[in-house]
């Protein structure tokens, strides 16, 4: 793809946004326990609490485990200590502990109504007669996830500085939808608990942790960068096939059953579930999404709704595609890193974004740090 000369908003959108400083003092968040009630749980051990006196002072509590008792903060606030701050990576508002003797913590996070990418893309886009996603969201999350990655990977402003950290559970569920003001979702990046720094001594050795059906084809060597890039490059194909890069689980299950017998693989005892396992091992599969209808009937690729009829995928354009399938290459190597993808694909971006937008489809695309 032919590289093409980057507009001004484009050239800002991968390095800091300079604005005038002022002397408002921000205000510090105090979180008392009893001055707070469960409004409801949103996931196991992570809940969502609000004001008992304002209602409309909502939060979001995480408990996690502290991984060692010589150490106050557990390991996803040290992580995020060590990352830095940035606008497309969720920062906590609190961390609390009982006393060195508890080892549990209590992680506090803005809440964010608009909730994950997961939710977000089931309630406005699958569950309205199966929307597609506008194709200018979508570069908006790519553009912003490769400035969250570039940033974690020492690639972008102050982190080049330090040692490159991966992320190691890129996922929807780990992406948040923001509101900004207008009609064009930002998207922010959380869940720091698997991140590692990376070192040259871990790139060949296996790991099982994150999420497997959103890890590239060399898994379980995902510490890398180029696997969290290949994970990016799923976002992308999620929102707009509604599902990752992967062939049928089910299918791939009831095929390795068949050829032993009907029972499980011996292999899969080396997994916490048999589930664990099929996700693992299912081959990768990369659906092309600028695929016309007649393509898409070609290729098999379409899908039936409740009630029969032939779903297609919507025609996104070759642009978005081919930096999508640079992304998702099988090979790591031949993935580019989200420093190219910031000097080379956000421009692009910022250029679909114009014409299809204008001022309003740019808006939050900078980035800024610290704070």
Not at 202 to 212: D, E, F, H, V
Not at 249 to 265: L, V
Request: charged share 20%; with cysteine.
């Amino acid at each position: 793809m032919p590289r093409r000369a980057a507009p001004t908003a484009a050239t800002r959108a991968g390095r800091s946004s300079k604005r005038a400083k002022t002397t408002t003092q921000k205000e510090v968040f105090t979180f008392k326990r009893p001055e707070w009630m469960v409004l409801r749980n949103l996931y196991s051990r992570v809940h969502l609490m609000a004001r008992r006196t304002a209602h409309r002072d909502v939060v979001v509590k995480k408990i996690v485990n502290r991984d060692s008792p010589n150490k106050i903060k557990p390991y996803e606030i040290r992580a995020l200590d060590r990352i830095g701050k940035m606008n497309r990576l969720l920062q906590p508002l609190a961390c609390l502990t009982s006393g060195p003797d508890d080892m549990k913590a209590h992680i506090i996070f803005p809440y964010l109504p608009l909730g994950d990418m997961s939710l977000w893309k089931e309630l406005n886009f699958n569950q309205r007669n199966h929307k597609a996603v506008p194709e200018s969201f979508v570069w908006r999350m790519f553009s912003q996830m490769a400035q969250a990655l570039a940033f974690l990977h020492a690639e972008l402003g102050p982190s080049r500085s330090r040692k490159p950290i991966l992320h190691r559970d890129i996922k929807p569920m780990n992406v948040l939808v923001a509101s900004n003001g207008t009609t064009y979702p930002s998207f922010i990046l959380h869940d720091f608990g698997l991140a590692l720094v990376s070192r040259p001594q871990i790139k060949n050795r296996p790991s099982l942790a994150g999420t497997y059906v959103w890890q590239p084809p060399e898994r379980p060597l995902i510490n890398t960068t180029a696997a969290d890039v290949w994970a990016l490059g799923a976002l992308v194909h999620y929102l707009a096939v509604d599902d990752a890069p992967v062939e049928s689980i089910e299918e791939f299950r009831a095929a390795e059953m068949a050829r032993h017998g009907g029972a499980h693989p011996p292999a899969a005892g080396g997994f916490q579930t048999p589930m664990a396992y099929y996700q693992s091992r299912v081959p990768r599969n990369v659906t092309p999404i600028n695929l016309s209808r007649s393509e898409q009937e070609e290729m098999g690729v379409t899908t039936r709704g409740r009630h029969g009829q032939v779903l297609y995928n919507h025609t996104y354009s070759d642009e978005l595609n081919g930096w999508m399938s640079k992304c998702l290459r099988a090979s790591r190597l031949r993935r580019p890193s989200a420093g190219v993808l910031v000097e080379e694909m956000i421009p692009v971006a910022m250029e679909m974004l114009k014409a299809a937008g204008g001022q309003n489809a740019l808006v939050d695309m900078d980035v800024s740090f610290g704070g």
